[in-house]
């Protein structure tokens, strides 16, 4: 599992809530966590946003 979507998980907060409270795309999100995506390739508005 990605690293971002588990603190999200964990947390529980969907990439929806992120993308409306901080403006990100859904999109852009949706990308950052997939499995493929390292936590070193996002980046800092991304993991800004989620935590």
Known sequence: MNALQEYLDQNGVTRYQVAK???????????????TKPLS?????VITAVA
Request: aromatic fraction near 0%; charged fraction near 15%; hydrophobic fraction near 35%.
């Open 21 to 35: 409270q901080t403006g990100i795309a859904n999109t852009t999100l949706a990308n950052a966590v997939k499995e």
């Open 41 to 45: 390739g996002q980046t800092v508005k």
